[in-house]
Every structure is written in structure tokens, then in C-alpha cells.
């Protein structure tokens, strides 16, 4: 299976959600694709935050995303704190450039799932997975949940959520749940993916 997850993130928190989507996939046997989309923010804007300019720095060696990487995978995985319940305006714009994709169906019949961060319990976790979802309907696509399947998602006190894997910001590192519920995600996606595709 290939598994492109596609991702931003600004303070580095959805990074790291990622690469536990990434490194779940890649248990799961499927060849991955992790990607950034490119950033908006102003330079100038990005060297004045710390936090931020250091997310920028450590995720340089991460390549930018390309349509051809939503083409080439079985299975995509998309990552976007959350914006006042939605994606960010990065992931979208991304998204957006898809049209061409669209007209000719190339993402019909493919599995897609979601996963994103806010800083508080009730940020906004549930209605940003649910409002980027709408993308895959448009598109034909077979969305995969992270579900009730890890155990983890039950007990977490911080993000991972049935409908994707999530992240609680505000604190320096991914919890063991967060992380255990992104790797179980990865490892589904992965599965359906390569049960699709077959």
C-alpha cells in the first residue's frame, strides 16, 4: 500500500501526530509519503515567534506537498490544527488545487482519514475532523475513522478521538494515548487502504 500523510502545522504538535501516522502505516507494511503543505504566514511573522520559527526549522527536512502525492497513494492521511473548527487556511488552500484531481476522479474510491490539535479540551478537535471531511466526499473517497477500535481512545484525558486522531496542545510533548491512537489510525488506514486497492 501507499500512504501519503499530508499535513500542517505551525507549532510542531500536528508534526508529530503526523510521523505517529506515518510510523503506524509503515507497521502496517505500506510504503509512506510524509508531507507538508507550504506555509502562508508572512517570513517575518515566523522569526518573530519563537515556537514557531523553531517548528519551521525542525520540519525543513520534510518534503512539500504535491498533487502527485494524493495520486500516487491508496490511502491519504490529512493533518490540520484546528481554526475555529475547521482546517487551517494552509491545508485548504492545498486542498483547493485539487479540482484538476476531481474532473478526472483520480481520488475516487480511495481511503482518506483526518486527524488535528487544538490547545483546549473542547477546541474544536471532533468539528475540524468533520468539517475537512467534506473534502472527501466531493472527491469519492472511502473515509477511514480511527473508531473506538485502540483501546486508548476510551481512556485518553488529553486528544485521540473515534473520528481521527487528535492532539491536546500546550504541553511539549504527544501523550502516550495520542500517541498510541495515531499509530492504531495509521495501521487502519493502511489496511483498508491496501484491502481497496486489492
Known sequence: MNISVI?????????????EVAAGAEEAGATVRLRRVPELIPLEVIEAN???KAAAEAQQGVEVALLDDLVWADGIALGSPTRYGNMTAQLKNFLDQ??????QRQLVGKAVGFFTGAATMHGGHETTILTMSTFAYHHGMVIVPASYVPPEVSSTTTGGTPYGPSELGNKPDLSAEERAVARAFGRRLAEVAGKLRA
Not at 499535513?7 to 510521523?19: E, V
Open 7 to 19: 499535513y500542517y502545522s505551525m507549532t510542531g504538535a500536528i508534526y508529530r501526530l503526523a510521523q
Open 50 to 52: 519563537p515556537q514557531i
Open 98 to 103: 485539487t479540482g484538476p484531481l476531481w474532473a
